[in-house]
T-cell receptor, first 115, second 115 residues
Framework: AQSVTQPDIHITVSEGASLELRCNYSYGATPYLFWYVQSPGQGLQLLLK??????LVQGIKGFEAEFKRSQSSFNLRKPSVHWSDAAEYFC?????????????FGKGTHLIIQP | EAGVAQSPRYKIIEKRQSVAFWCNPISGHATLYWYQQILGQGPKLLIQFQNNGVVDDSQLPKDRFSAERLKGVDSTLKIQPAKLEDSAVYLC?????????????FGPGTRLTVL
């Protein structure tokens, strides 16, 4: 069974500083990988996804993520955070190939932005 | 393009009562999912439909939860009877596979409070 670990429950970053959120997954083959953001009272918004090809993926709002097969990781990065980035971030894994392909989510990382 | 619609947005009930949630996916999306998101956790897949057939319901507590998608479009999720631990946000999502791979869209969710 697939699983996702987000080791950091909370992260505090100063506005303008760089950000890296960690995500490790467990899956037998190369999965589909996703990062979602959820602001208070808001729905889940897709930041970026990896299916295949280039291991560095660009997303919306200036975010990027790098798939590292050897480390089973898919860390999210942003060079300079804005106060509006404060939210809950979820990493998710999906099984490629159709069929039962519902996403398995991590527990999330709560991002706090200091002025 | 209209998004995934869910209703109601909020529901408060007492334990042992029944409740039902409704979801209307994006037009043309054959695959529909229900997720449960307990406060402080990532969403957990409850059930996946492909058209009107169940693909995966391995994590659905079938003694109290039921779901249907009779005509392959709208879906309802029912809890009978509700327990305190069912307090959560229930998310509906629909998926289409296109040129950019798997595209999953989440609805705004129904926040259930069981007293």
């Amino acid at each position: 069974a697939q699983s996702v670990t987000q080791p950091d429950i909370h992260i505090t970053v100063s506005e303008g500083a760089s950000l890296e959120l960690r995500c490790n997954y467990s899956y037998g083959a190369t999965p589909y990988l996703f990062w979602y953001v959820q602001s208070p009272g808001q729905g889940l918004q897709l930041l970026l996804k990896y299916f295949s090809g280039d291991t560095l993926v660009q997303g919306i709002k200036g975010f990027e993520a790098e798939f590292k097969r050897s480390q089973s990781s898919f860390n999210l990065r942003k060079p300079s955070v804005h106060w509006s980035d404060a939210a809950e971030y979820f990493c998710a894994v999906g099984a490629p190939g159709g069929g039962a392909d519902g996403l398995t989510f991590g527990k999330g990382t709560h991002l706090i932005i200091q002025p | 393009e209209a998004g995934v619609a869910q209703s109601p947005r909020y529901k408060i009930i007492e334990k042992r009562q029944s409740v039902a949630f409704w979801c209307n996916p994006i037009s043309g999306h054959a695959t529909l999912y229900w997720y449960q998101q307990i406060l402080g956790q990532g969403p957990k897949l409850l059930i996946q439909f492909q058209n009107n057939g169940v693909v995966d319901d391995s994590q659905l507590p079938k003694d109290r939860f039921s779901a249907e998608r009779l005509k392959g479009v709208d879906s309802t999720l029912k809890i009978q009877p509700a327990k305190l631990e069912d307090s959560a946000v229930y998310l509906c999502a629909s998926t289409i596979t296109g040129l950019e791979g798997l595209q999953t869209y989440f609805g705004p969710g129904t926040r259930l409070t069981v007293l």
